[in-house]
């Protein structure tokens, strides 16, 4: 017989020992499915830095937590001209350090942004970033001391393995995200034009003269540190500008920066003709105007936007909707009832769409004609009030596009910036359209969107980093040719097809569909499709570390009944206990091969006797652990509890 004192004990141990492995339970659960992904990130930072002596760099600017920048005169901040699109506040650090609110101990000023001038010939959306240079017009003057800049062209004189400084501030680490405390430097070495041009010539990339390479073992600039110095610590000049590069650190491809001493005429032109003008370097440059622009060869687009009392809810864009190239984005307004001019000369042979966005829904408020949008001269704007969310114009060579249009509503939850969602051409793999990556969405409000693309067949993804989709009366709705999709209850990602998108694979071909979506935790995901037999690699693709979606459908000859493709998916790591950072699925002529979303790759056969697909609702590898888990830990509960009886 049980005593009452016996019976609570034991009741309490039992209770006890389930909560403890309800707690296992749910960090097992977490440890699968949690992540936390940081999409699109395009900007450089750090990596295999020290920390700067306090006060070496007084000068250093931090823009938005994103970019950084050089204070090259009282009234001027040097940068990126790509930066523009990150530069999400109104004010700006001048005199960074370190994060702790007294800076550690250094002066630092926080001054308000009165203007953006962006070289005229910057080469918006292109794959190098000739001219990326920009000029920020402070509010104020500021009273930290100016970086000297090369104006007397140092640059052009170095010799092969002249060691600089690359200066920053962000993750030092790729695999953990790790973000410093305290401003960066790293030792890179001075790399030849010639050097460099050669070895991104096997990339596609041109190096320019308004470029200069430097680079070092485990040392380079990476994601979030664009616009920040190239300094001479030998001369005590800052002779370039983080631009752009290929991975992180890469052990053949140096890292790409600005040229400042071929870009003098610009910068001059603007500094020299304000309040700065006492400035050494005025001297030497013309005072008239800015570089002179280079006369168009195909459509000039003039954009002409005047704001409201909130310039910082509106923004533009124009992008070609047949590659999803954004050749011109303006964010980041600030001043008050002021008017905006931006040029760009766009190609004869492709199609645009002008959009401009109000993140507040009600547009620019009491003026009747707010923007100008002129192509070769001829206004195409509309002359009503802008009273939305978003105006369209398509312009440009649209005939052999034959543009379709789509409406696209979002309405968030009371976590928008966990939402993020994009459109990619699945024939190309292209990302045409896209939102939430870079732009920060309120909670709790409906977005409506009017989109272009060409004829052809799209992949639509939404996206929640967090894994729980889009909460209560949530949601997202797409409208094309009369169809509609809807949807809001998923996890991580829900995605679908539409458009055009019947099998062009012909009767002796194989249909492969690929969906992938990779979100960046360190954990790079190379895919493959090879031959069996011969090894030939039939298609393959590199993610790299950057949050990057891919929707793609290939066309591959049948082999005979004994020969198999094999798909291959290859991860810098295989350890079961990561988080996961990728998820895909391939489908061959309508049956699903493989659905993946483990930190596992694998090899996977399709087109032979014998391979072996699976079914619509089998559960995916990466749960397959947690149910064993549990129901280990199941019985386990059932024989404690009979025991304690």
């Excluded at 790591?573 to 493989?594: A, M, Q």
């Amino acid at each position: 017989m049980r005593t009452k004192r016996n019976i609570s004990f034991q009741l309490r141990v039992s209770i006890s020992i389930q909560l403890i492995f309800g707690f296992f339970v749910l960090v097992a659960s977490q440890s699968i499915t949690n992540r936390n992904p940081t999409q699109n990130q395009v900007a450089p930072r750090i990596i295999g830095g020290t920390n700067a002596p306090k006060s070496r760099y007084p000068w250093f600017v931090n823009l938005s937590g994103y970019c950084g920048g050089v204070l090259i005169s009282p009234k001027y901040v040097l940068t990126s001209a790509h930066c523009t699109s990150f530069i999400q506040t109104q004010k700006i650090d001048i005199g960074f350090y370190c994060i702790y609110l007294d800076n550690c101990s250094q002066r630092k000023e926080h001054i308000g942004i009165k203007r953006k001038h962006i070289h005229p010939n910057y080469e918006w959306g292109s794959t190098s970033q000739n001219h990326d240079i920009m000029l920020i017009e402070l509010e104020q003057k500021s009273t930290i001391p100016f970086a000297p800049i090369d104006a007397m062209g140092l640059s052009s004189n170095y010799q092969a393995g002249k060691e600089l400084q690359v200066i920053g501030m962000g993750i030092t680490d790729i695999k953990t995200e790790h973000l410093p405390i305290k401003l960066q430097h790293a030792t890179v070495e001075f790399v030849p034009q010639t050097k460099c041009s050669t070895l991104f010539d096997e990339l596609s990339r041109d190096i320019t003269s308004n470029m200069m390479c430097a680079g070092n073992t485990g040392k380079d600039a990476c994601q979030g540190d664009s616009g920040g110095a190239l300094w001479d610590h030998e001369n005590n000049v800052v002779v370039g500008l983080t631009s752009w590069g290929y991975k992180c650190a890469h052990e053949t491809y140096p890292g790409v920066y600005s040229r400042i001493a071929t870009q003098m005429d610009f910068i001059s032109g603007i500094v020299c003709n304000g309040e700065d003008k006492d400035m050494s370097f005025c001297s030497g440059f013309p005072t008239q105007s800015p570089t002179e622009k280079i006369p168009c060869q195909g459509m000039e687009l003039q954009v002409d936007l005047q704001t409201d009392f909130f310039p910082f809810e509106t923004w533009y864009e124009v992008r070609d909707i047949s590659s999803g190239s954004q050749l011109m984005a303006v964010q980041g307004l600030t001043e008050i009832y002021h008017s905006y001019h931006e040029e760009k000369c766009l190609q004869l042979d492709s199609c645009y769409q002008f959009s401009i966005y109000d993140d507040e829904g009600d547009g620019i408020a009491h003026l009747d004609n707010s923007y100008d949008v002129k192509v070769d001269g001829v206004d195409l704007s509309s002359m009503q009030k802008f009273e939305k969310s978003q105006e369209t114009i398509l312009f440009g060579e649209c005939s052999e596009c034959d543009p379709v249009p789509i409406n696209l509503k979002i309405r968030t939850d009371d976590r928008a910036s966990e939402t993020a969602w994009s459109i990619i051409d699945s024939t190309s793999g292209l990302r045409i359209w896209d939102g939430g990556y870079l732009r920060t969405y309120q909670d709790n409000t409906e977005y409506d969107f009017s989109l272009n693309v060409c004829q052809g067949c799209y992949t639509f993804r939404i996206e929640d980093s967090f894994g729980d989709g889009m909460i209560g009366d949530s949601g997202y709705q797409l409208s094309v040719n009369g169809n509609e999709f809807s949807g809001g209850s998923f996890s991580f990602s829900d995605s679908f097809q539409f458009g055009n998108c019947t099998s062009s694979c012909g009767s002796d071909e194989l249909m492969v569909d690929l969906d992938v979506d990779v979100w960046g935790k360190g954990m790079e995901l190379l895919w493959q499709i090879i031959e069996e037999k011969s090894l030939e690699v039939v298609a393959s693709s590199s993610h790299g570390y950057s949050g990057k979606s891919l929707s793609r459908k290939m066309c591959l000859p049948k082999l005979s009944e004994d020969e198999c493709y094999v798909f291959r998916s290859i991860t810098s790591g295989n350890n079961v206990d990561k988080f996961p950072d990728f998820e895909y699925t391939v489908s061959v002529d309508g049956n699903v091969l493989v659905r993946n979303d483990s930190s596992q790759g694998g090899n996977y056969k399709f087109g032979c006797r014998g391979a072996r697909y699976q079914s619509s609702n089998e559960q995916n590898s990466a749960r397959r652990p947690l149910v064993r888990f549990g129901y280990y830990c199941t019985l386990f509960l059932i024989a404690v509890q009979l025991f304690f009886r």
